[in-house]
């Protein structure tokens, strides 16, 4: 996945910013999952002060866009360790992955936070 | 403060969760959950701050969409396909926060009409409270202590002192009536009681005066 994005960014040098300003044009009357305030907020406390609203939902997006690839990612996990698990036990639960609830566990979320190149080690307190 | 970071902070809660949802997930362990929150969090807080750095590097202070473009290209995140993020699905929409409404004060009773200021008080202090908290009103006449008035109140008092100790008697102990009639007991008169014999009282000595007459004899 990384060499792909390097390949893209080295195909297009010159234009880096280019499309995203075209982007950027379309955001003015998007409004992103995470509300406006909440991001401006967090932008505020590192020091960004942001004048244009667009520049808040770009970064709003982008973060959504961070959490929902590795949702993704961990959506296959679970669909993967699922099936297999399915796969070891009897053959009358098939009924049951039709219907089947995902639940989202630190067992899948590990493994797809680790190809983002993330480790997560939780302290035994944490709540 | 503190409850209005675990405002945000649940407002980001909401946001990941709804993004779950989309992707298909029915539930979320509370650790996942907090994790991705303390992700998204620091994702924002990390790019506010690598943009501002380049804002601030190139001598300006407001920054620009090439600064939040270096920003993730400092965080390795792969904008270019954010259009087609955007493109690909409807994403919820959470309801907009809104500001907290002051909790609008009780009006208290009021009585009676505020006094303004006097020109020695700044304005900005705070009004004078109702009058009737700080007027101060006499509510008696005061007692008139002249001598005539005061020995007829005196007398008058006396009078009526006695009459009550009589009216008194006249109901708890025998009472002799004043017409030969049974019917009417309209005037009762305190009953004598007679000692016995009678004569007694006029041959016994009174005792102070037969002393000192005995000691002069």
């Given amino acids: 996945m990384m060499n792909q994005d390097e390949k893209m960014i080295e195909e297009q040098p010159l234009t880096l910013g280019q499309p995203l300003s075209d982007f950027l044009l379309q955001l003015e009357d998007y409004t992103p999952t995470i ?6 907020y967090y932008l505020r406390s590192s020091g960004f002060e942001p004048r244009d609203p667009r520049l808040v939902r770009l970064i709003s997006i982008a973060a959504q866009k961070f959490i929902s690839d590795i949702a993704n990612d961990a959506l296959q996990h679970c669909k993967m360790r699922s099936t297999n698990s399915s796969s070891h036990s009897n053959s009358k639960s098939k009924q049951g992955t039709k219907d089947r609830r995902y639940c989202l566990t630190m067992e899948d979320l590990t493994p797809a936070l680790a190809e983002f190149g ?9 709540v | 403060m503190d409850q209005q970071v675990n405002m945000y902070r649940k407002m980001l809660a909401a946001a990941v969760s709804s993004i779950l949802l989309e992707h298909g997930f029915d539930t979320v362990e509370k650790e996942c959950l907090g994790t991705l929150t303390e992700m998204i969090q620091a994702f924002i807080s990390e790019v506010g701050n690598q943009s501002k750095n380049y804002c601030e590097l190139s001598g300006r202070s407001e920054p620009l969409i090439a600064d939040v473009v270096l920003g993730f290209v ?24 809104q500001t907290q409404q002051p909790q609008k004060q009780l009006s208290m009773l009021p009585a009676g009409t505020k006094q303004p200021l006097p020109s020695h008080i700044p304005q900005h202090l705070p009004q004078f409270p109702d009058p009737h908290a700080y007027v101060r009103t006499p509510t008696h006449k005061q007692p008139i202590i002249d001598y005539e008035s005061v020995r007829e109140k005196a007398a008058i008092q006396k009078k009526d002192i006695e009459k009550a100790l009589t009216k008194f008697l006249a109901k708890t102990s025998p009472t002799h009536n004043l017409f030969d009639t049974d019917e009417s007991n309209i005037f009762p008169l305190i009953a004598c ?9 006029a041959l016994l000595p009174p005792g102070s005066d037969f002393r000192s007459r005995g000691l002069g004899l």
């Fill in chain 2, 74 to 97: 400092d965080m390795g995140f792969n904008f270019n396909s954010l259009d087609s993020y955007v493109k690909s699905g409807k994403h919820s929409v959470l309801p907009t926060l």
């Fill in chain 1, 118 to 126: 993330i480790t997560i080690k939780k302290p035994h307190y944490y």
């Fill in chain 2, 193 to 201: 009681k007679p000692a016995y014999p009678p004569y007694l009282s």
């Fill in chain 1, 35 to 40: 509300p406006d305030a909440v991001t401006t």
